[in-house]
């Protein structure tokens, strides 16, 4: 298994994507349904960068 694993914030995440592609509020949204790969650290969600890209289909 060659998967990159890379935990960013969603703030960090929105900054690394093109802008307008999603907005923060939206990442939220989709954390809070479960449909973001991550994991919590005390309050503070981490999402799995390459793995949420992948599943959005901007990723090999």
């Known amino acids: 298994m060659?998967?990159?694993l890379e935990f960013?914030?969603?703030r960090k995440l929105v900054k690394q994507l093109p802008p307008g592609f999603l907005s923060e509020w939206t990442?939220?949204?989709l954390?809070?349904?479960g449909k973001?790969?991550?994991?919590?650290?005390g309050n503070r969600?981490?999402?799995n960068k390459?793995?949420?890209?992948?599943q959005l289909g901007c990723a090999e």
């Open 27 to 29: 990442i939220r949204l």
């Open 2 to 4: 060659d998967e990159k």
């Open 31 to 33: 954390i809070k349904q």
């Open 36 to 41: 973001v790969p991550g994991i919590y650290s």
């Open 50 to 54: 390459y793995q949420f890209l992948k």
């Open 8 to 10: 960013v914030t969603t």
């Open 45 to 47: 969600f981490l999402i």
